[in-house]
C-alpha cells in the first residue's frame, strides 16, 4: 500500500438484488489509489459504474465486497481531533471506512470530502455566498473568518458581483461554479465530481475544468466522472470503467 | 454559534421562500383562527354572552310611567345580601330617577359596562362608551323637549356625540360630555335617558337631592367560576344555586315575605342551567375537533416539509451535517412559518372582531387559550418534526447523483 495516497480501494465490488435472484454486479473487484493533488477521470458510458464509485468513495453508500482504506495522517486536522473518537483509532495510518458506521462516515465527508454535482444543487433559497458558506455553518468557525474564506474563493473563480445573486439568477457555468467554491471551502482533501460539465456547453465546461486543475495544484485530489473522453487532458489519470470493471 | 447560524439559515429557508411557503403561511394562520375559534375564545365567551355563562340579571318591575316600585334603599339591601354569598364574584346595582317629566337618568359602570342589558356597548351606534366621570351615553335621537328648568343643551335640542350637556344650580356647573348614542330598548317612552357614572350620578342627583327620589332599576349578578373549563361545573352549580327558581329567599324577588324589605322586583331573566352546558360541551368537542385537525394539519406540514426538502436534505448530508443540524434547520423553518402564520390569523381575527365593534373582557383572552391555540399551531411543529425526521433519515444523498 502506497503510502502517499489518501484514499485506496481493495477489491472493491458492489452487486444490487434485482429480484429475488438476480444479482446485477455495479462494480467488480476495483483497485484504485488516490493521492493528494492528481486529477483522477473515470470514464465510461451510462450504466458503467462511475457514480456507484463515486459515491462509496465518498461515504455516501458502502460495498458489498472489499475495503476502501482512508489515510488518517493526510485527513483534516479537525477530524482528527472531532472525527475520530477513539484512541487506537487516532493512531493508525490507514483506516478501513467500510467498518465506519454513519455518523463515523458523516464526520469523514464533513471534514474531509466536497462534492460537485452535475445539476450543482444549490440551494434555492440561499444566496450565492451563503450556498457556499453553508458548508461550514455547523463547524465552529467564526463568521468572519467564513466570510473572508467564501471572497477569497468567488474571487479565485471569477465570480466577480455575484455574491448576492440568488441560484436562479446565475447561467449554468455561474452556478457550476458556486458549487466549486461550496466543496472547496472547508478545504477538503478530495473533491467528488460527478459530470461537473455534463449540463455546460464546451467552452464553459472547459474553463470549470481549468479551475478544477488549479484546485488539485492546491493539494486536494479531484475525482471526477465523464462520459466525455475529450476531456482527458485535463485528467493527470484516466481510469475507464465497463460493466463495472476497470479497463484502462 | 453555529446553531444559531444554523437557525438563522432556516429561518431563510422559510423567508425566501417560493409560493408553496406562503401558501402554508396562509394556511397556518387559518388555522390559528379555527383554533381559537373552536376552543371558543371569541364566539362563545365573547362579553355579550358572558352574562348568558356566568351570570343572571334582575329588573324592577315596573320599568314604565309608574316606575320606580324599587328604592335605592331597598336595592342596596338587596346588594349586600348578595354580594355576602360565596358563590357571587360580582353584583352590580344600576340605579335612575327622574329629573322632571321627560328625563330620566341612569347610573352604570364603566368597569362592568356589559351588565346592564339595555346599555351594552353593543347597543351604541354612534360613538363609544363611558371611561370616566363626566362622560354620558345618550338615547338616540331623544329629544329634551319639556320644560326642564335649569338644563340646557349647548348646541341643539337633540343631543348627539361630542355636544356637552352642563347642569347649573346656584353657582355650581356640571358639564357632561356626550361619549355615545344608544339605542334605546328601555320601556320608558317619551323619556330622554342619560347614562352617567356612579359619581357622576350622585353629583347630578345631588343638585336636584329635594325632589328626586332614587330607584333600582336592575341588578347583575356575576358568579364564581372559570370559563373554559369543561370539566368544572363550578359556573353551573353557581347559577343553580342562586338562581331565582331556588329556595334561596333572598334572591326571590317575588316572594311576599321580602317586598318590604326588597321591593317588587320583576321576572329575572335566567340563564338556561341545561343549554349552557350543552353549549360547553358542544365548545368541548370543537375543542378536541380543533386541536385534532390542528395535529393531523401541523403533522401532515412537517412530513411535507421534509418532502418538499428533499434535495436540499441530500446535499446537507452529503456536506457532512448530522442529522440533528439538519432538524434544527428544518424545524425552524417549520416554527418560522407556524409562528408567523399564528400571528396573522390571530391579528386578522382581532382586527375583524374590533371592526365588527365587539368588546372583550380579560376573560375572554385568557392565558390558557392563548396557550392552547399556540401550542397546536406552533408547539406541534417540533414533536410532529421529530415524527417527520424519520423520513427525512431516509432520503440519500445519492439521489443527487441523479440528473433532475
Same mark, same amino acid.
Given at each position: 500500500m502506497s503510502s502517499n495516497a489518501i484514499l485506496k480501494c481493495e477489491k472493491v465490488t458492489k452487486i444490487y438484488r434485482?429480484?429475488?435472484?438476480?444479482?446485477?454486479?455495479?462494480?467488480?473487484?476495483?483497485?484504485?489509489?488516490?493521492?493528494?493533488?492528481?486529477?483522477?477521470?473515470?470514464?465510461?458510458? &451510462?450504466? /458503467?459504474?462511475?457514480?456507484?464509485?463515486?459515491?462509496?468513495?465518498?461515504? $455516501?453508500?458502502?460495498?458489498?465486497?472489499?475495503?476502501i482504506f482512508f489515510n488518517i495522517s493526510k485527513a483534516s486536522d479537525k477530524f482528527k481531533v472531532k472525527g475520530l473518537d477513539e484512541e487506537p483509532i487516532k493512531k493508525q495510518k490507514f483506516i478501513d471506512i467500510t467498518q465506519w458506521d454513519e455518523k463515523q462516515l458523516t464526520e469523514y465527508r464533513r471534514y474531509n470530502v466536497g462534492f460537485i454535482f452535475q445539476a450543482w444543487e444549490l440551494i434555492p433559497? $440561499?444566496?450565492?455566498?451563503?450556498?457556499?458558506?453553508?458548508? $461550514?455553518?455547523? $463547524?465552529?468557525?467564526?463568521?468572519?473568518?467564513?466570510?473572508?474564506?467564501?471572497?477569497?474563493? +468567488?474571487?479565485?473563480?471569477?465570480?466577480?458581483?455575484?455574491?448576492?445573486?440568488?441560484?436562479?439568477?446565475l447561467s449554468g457555468g455561474e452556478q457550476q461554479r458556486v458549487a466549486i467554491c461550496r466543496a472547496l471551502i472547508k478545504e477538503p482533501k478530495i473533491v467528488f465530481a460527478d459530470e461537473p460539465t455534463g449540463n455546460l456547453d464546451s467552452e464553459t465546461g472547459e474553463q470549470i475544468l481549468r479551475q478544477m486543475k488549479l484546485i488539485s495544484r492546491e493539494g486536494a485530489a479531484v475525482v471526477l466522472s465523464t462520459h466525455n473522453l475529450e476531456l482527458r487532458k485535463f485528467a493527470d489519470r484516466v481510469i475507464r470503467l465497463h460493466d463495472g470493471q476497470i479497463t484502462y | 454559534m453555529a446553531i444559531w447560524r444554523l437557525v438563522k439559515n432556516s429561518i431563510?429557508?422559510? +423567508?425566501?421562500?417560493?409560493?408553496?411557503?406562503?401558501?402554508?403561511?396562509?394556511?397556518?394562520?387559518?388555522?390559528?383562527? +379555527?383554533v381559537t375559534l373552536f376552543v371558543s375564545t371569541f364566539n362563545g365567551y365573547s362579553t355579550e354572552k358572558l352574562m348568558a355563562q356566568k351570570g343572571f340579571y334582575i329588573k324592577a318591575a315596573g320599568t314604565s310611567e309608574n316606575a320606580g316600585t324599587v328604592t335605592e334603599q331597598q336595592g342596596n339591601n338587596f346588594y349586600e345580601?348578595?354580594?355576602?354569598?360565596?358563590?357571587?364574584?360580582?353584583?352590580?346595582?344600576f340605579r335612575y330617577f327622574d329629573l322632571g317629566d321627560s328625563v330620566r337618568i341612569f347610573s352604570v359602570e364603566p368597569d362592568s359596562r356589559w351588565m346592564l342589558l339595555e346599555a351594552k356597548p353593543s347597543k351604541i351606534v354612534d360613538g363609544k362608551y363611558i371611561t370616566k366621570d363626566n362622560e354620558a351615553l345618550v338615547s338616540l335621537d331623544a329629544s329634551i323637549t319639556a320644560d326642564i328648568g335649569n338644563i340646557s343643551a349647548s348646541l341643539s335640542a337633540t343631543l348627539h356625540k361630542g355636544e356637552v350637556l352642563s347642569f347649573k344650580k346656584d353657582n355650581n356647573e356640571l358639564d357632561i360630555t356626550i361619549v355615545g348614542e344608544i339605542e334605546?330598548?328601555?320601556?320608558?317612552?317619551?323619556?330622554?335617558?342619560?347614562?352617567?357614572?356612579d359619581t357622576t350620578f350622585d353629583q347630578i342627583q345631588e343638585f336636584y337631592s329635594d325632589n328626586s327620589p332614587v330607584f333600582c332599576y336592575s341588578i347583575a349578578i356575576l358568579v364564581k367560576g372559570d370559563l373554559f373549563k369543561p370539566f368544572n361545573h363550578d359556573i353551573k352549580n353557581n347559577i343553580e344555586t342562586l338562581?331565582?327558581? /331556588?329556595?334561596?329567599?333572598?334572591?326571590?324577588?317575588?316572594?311576599? /315575605?321580602?317586598?318590604s324589605e326588597y321591593g317588587v322586583w320583576a321576572e329575572p331573566i335566567v340563564p338556561d342551567a341545561r343549554a349552557s352546558e350543552k353549549q360547553r360541551l358542544t365548545d368541548f368537542l370543537y375543542f378536541f375537533v380543533g386541536i385534532l385537525g390542528g395535529?393531523?394539519?401541523?403533522l401532515l406540514y412537517n412530513?411535507?416539509?421534509?418532502? +418538499?426538502?428533499?434535495?436540499?436534505?441530500?446535499?446537507?448530508?452529503?456536506?457532512?451535517?448530522?442529522?440533528?443540524?439538519?432538524?434544527?434547520?428544518?424545524?425552524?423553518?417549520?416554527?418560522?412559518? &407556524?409562528?408567523?402564520?399564528?400571528i396573522i390569523g390571530l391579528s386578522a381575527m382581532l382586527i375583524y372582531f374590533w371592526t365588527q365593534g365587539l368588546t372583550f373582557t380579560n376573560q375572554v383572552i385568557t392565558p390558557l387559550t392563548l396557550l392552547i391555540s399556540f401550542g397546536i399551531v406552533v408547539g406541534l411543529s417540533i414533536p410532529g418534526l421529530l415524527i417527520s425526521s424519520v423520513s427525512f433519515t431516509r432520503v440519500n444523498p445519492i439521489l443527487l447523483f441523479k440528473a433532475r
Open positions: 434485482r429480484g429475488r435472484s438476480e444479482s446485477v454486479y455495479a462494480l467488480k473487484d476495483i483497485d484504485l489509489e488516490i493521492r493528494p493533488g492528481e486529477i483522477i477521470m473515470i470514464a465510461g458510458p &451510462s450504466g /458503467s459504474g462511475k457514480t456507484t464509485l463515486l459515491n462509496i468513495l465518498s461515504g $455516501l453508500d458502502k460495498p458489498t465486497k472489499g475495503k433559497t $440561499l444566496k450565492a455566498i451563503e450556498n457556499v458558506e453553508s458548508s $461550514l455553518y455547523p $463547524l465552529d468557525i467564526p463568521i468572519g473568518e467564513i466570510r473572508e474564506r467564501a471572497k477569497k474563493l +468567488f474571487r479565485k473563480v471569477q465570480l466577480f458581483d455575484k455574491e448576492n445573486a440568488f441560484p436562479d439568477q | 431563510r429557508f422559510a +423567508f425566501r421562500a417560493k409560493k408553496r411557503w406562503i401558501t402554508f403561511v396562509i394556511i397556518f394562520a387559518l388555522l390559528s383562527a +379555527f345580601e348578595i354580594i355576602a354569598l360565596s358563590q357571587v364574584e360580582k353584583v352590580t346595582l334605546d330598548t328601555i320601556n320608558a317612552p317619551g323619556k330622554f335617558k342619560l347614562f352617567v357614572s338562581s331565582p327558581q /331556588s329556595s334561596i329567599i333572598w334572591i326571590n324577588p317575588d316572594d311576599p /315575605s321580602e317586598t395535529m393531523i394539519l401541523v412530513a411535507l416539509i421534509v418532502w +418538499f426538502r428533499k434535495r436540499e436534505i441530500a446535499v446537507l448530508r452529503a456536506m457532512g451535517y448530522k442529522k440533528r443540524e439538519i432538524r434544527i434547520n428544518l424545524l425552524g423553518e417549520s416554527l418560522t412559518i &407556524s409562528l408567523l402564520g399564528f
